[in-house]
C-alpha cells in the first residue's frame, strides 16, 4: 500500500524571496540539490531555498502520504518550480504594464523590452512581495506566489 500512495512538494516564495520546499517524504540526504534544483530554476541562491523532509506541519500526520525517499521527487520540484514561474510572469506582465508573454526570462528576473532598462524588470523576490499585496493582482489571480505537485512513482 506505502507505494501506490502519493508523494507531495508545496513550495512557498515568502514576500522576501526566501523559499521553503515542503516535502512529505523522509530526508534521504538530496535536500542540498533539491535546493539547487530550486535555485537554478528560479534564479536564485540555493542557501534562499530551505528544504523541509516529511513536513508534517505543512501536509500533516496520517493522511496517505508515502514517505519513503523517491526518486520523483526531483521532476515533481521541476513541475512546481514552473507553476512558479508561470504565475510569477503574469504578475511581472501586470507590474511592468507588458503582456507577460512579451516578457523574457532572463538571470532569475522577467524582462520587459532589450533588458537595458533595470526599472523593466521584476526578480523573483520583487514579484514575491508584488504577490503577497503590494500591486494590483490580474484578473482570477490569486494573492500569494507557492505552487504544489502532487506525484506518484
Do not use: C
Not at 119 to 135: K, W
Request: zero cysteines.
Amino acid at each position: 500500500m506505502a507505494n501506490e500512495a502519493y508523494r507531495a512538494v508545496f513550495l512557498r516564495v515568502h514576500p522576501t524571496g526566501k523559499m521553503v520546499l515542503s516535502l512529505t517524504t523522509a530526508a534521504d540526504g538530496q535536500e542540498s540539490s533539491h535546493a539547487q534544483l530550486v535555485a537554478d530554476a528560479l534564479g536564485v541562491p540555493a542557501l534562499d531555498v530551505k528544504v523541509v523532509p516529511a513536513d508534517t506541519d505543512r501536509f500533516g500526520n496520517g493522511h496517505g502520504f508515502n514517505t519513503s525517499p523517491s526518486p520523483g521527487t526531483a521532476a515533481a520540484i521541476t513541475r512546481a518550480t514552473a507553476k512558479i514561474r508561470e504565475k510569477g510572469e503574469l504578475l511581472a506582465g501586470m507590474a511592468l504594464g507588458e503582456a507577460p508573454e512579451s516578457l523574457a526570462w532572463s538571470n532569475g528576473a522577467w524582462v520587459a523590452g532589450d533588458g537595458s532598462d533595470p526599472s523593466r524588470m521584476r526578480t523573483v523576490a520583487d514579484i514575491a512581495l508584488y504577490a503577497h499585496g503590494s500591486g494590483a493582482l490580474p484578473p482570477g489571480v490569486e494573492g500569494g506566489l507557492d505552487a504544489q505537485a502532487v506525484y506518484a512513482d
